[in-house]
C-alpha cells in the first residue's frame, strides 16, 4: 500500500499507526490500538471517508483482519448422528477460487457489468462453498478490486431475515449488497 509522506505523519502523529524502516529502505506500519479503534469508527459510519489518511488507516486496519484463515478442511465437525439426506456439503477453495466463483455467480444473475444485486440472490449459487470463504472473499475482493462495492441496505426496515442471513459483516456493519464493475 502506496502512503504518501504528508498522510503517513499525520497517522504517526495521531499515534494511529507505528511505522518502522527495514533493510532496503521498506517500511513497515503497525495499526496501534488507537489506530484500530479510529479504523472501526470509519469503517461504522456507512458514509465515504472524506481524508485520505482516514480511508488509509481503515484499509490498513481492516487489511489485518484478512490474516491466514485456517482452511475448514481442517476444522473438526462432530459426527452427526442418524442424518436423513445429507445436504451439498462445502468444499474448501483457495481464495482465488472463491473470488472466481463469486464474479461467475455475480455475472449469472445480473444483465450487466455494475449492477446492484443482493446477497440473497447470490449466496444460493456458492451454497457449495463454506460461508466463512465466501464473507472471506467478499472482504478481501473490496479491500483489493476498486470495481467491487459492498454496501448495507440503504433502508434497513425493509429486509427479509433471508437478506438479514445472507449479509456479509464488515466491521460490525451488516452489508445486503454487491456490485462489480469492469476491471
Do not use: C
Not at 455467480?105 to 444483465?111: E, L, M
Amino acid at each position: 500500500m502506496d502512503l504518501d509522506t504528508k498522510n503517513r505523519a499525520g497517522l504517526v502523529d495521531g499515534k494511529l499507526i507505528e511505522s518502522e524502516k527495514r533493510e532496503r529502505g521498506t517500511i513497515w506500519y503497525l495499526v496501534t490500538p488507537a489506530g484500530e479503534e479510529r479504523a472501526l469508527e470509519e469503517v461504522q459510519k456507512g458514509v465515504a471517508v472524506t481524508s485520505r489518511s482516514g480511508k488509509t488507516l481503515a484499509l490498513l486496519y481492516l487489511r489485518t483482519l484478512l490474516g491466514p484463515a485456517v482452511p475448514a478442511a481442517e476444522e473438526v465437525a462432530p459426527e452427526p448422528e442418524a442424518a436423513p439426506e445429507p445436504a451439498a456439503v462445502p468444499v474448501a477453495l483457495g481464495g482465488d477460487e472463491v473470488e472466481d466463483r463469486i464474479r461467475e455467480a455475480y455475472a449469472k444473475i445480473t444483465p450487466g457489468v455494475g449492477e446492484w444485486v443482493t446477497l440473497t440472490r447470490l449466496r444460493p449459487l456458492l451454497d457449495d462453498i463454506d460461508r466463512s470463504e465466501q464473507d472471506n472473499a467478499l472482504r478481501r475482493m473490496l479491500l483489493n478490486s476498486p470495481e467491487v462495492h459492498i454496501l448495507a441496505a440503504s433502508i434497513p426496515g425493509n429486509l427479509s431475515p433471508e437478506d438479514h442471513a445472507a449479509a456479509v459483516v464488515i466491521g460490525s456493519e451488516p452489508n445486503h449488497q454487491l456490485r462489480i464493475g469492469a476491471r
